[in-house]
């Protein structure tokens, strides 16, 4: 990544985590908060677990892609997201 990337990326990873935890978390399995119950973030995702669905994001025609490294997953749209 290029330096103004990382610039770019270091701005917006502080409101999209306080808009997770605003939400409650992200609850993909068993996980719950305090008195049991489930974040909600999860409803905002527009790629986890959509692998072959067309991307979500307004306007994008993309295909939603996973990548597998080390046992974790990554999805993406090769279409807007780089």
Known sequence: MK???YSALAK???PLLQQ???AGG???STYRR???ESGGFQELHLVYDREGEQCASGGC???IRR???TGRSSWWCPR???
């Open 3 to 5: 330096s103004d990337e």
């Open 12 to 14: 917006c990873i502080p």
């Open 20 to 22: 997770a935890i605003d």
């Open 26 to 28: 992200s609850t993909v």
């Open 34 to 36: 305090l008195h049991g």
């Open 61 to 63: 025609s993309g295909t």
């Open 67 to 69: 990548l597998v490294q």
């Open 80 to 82: 807007c997201q780089k």
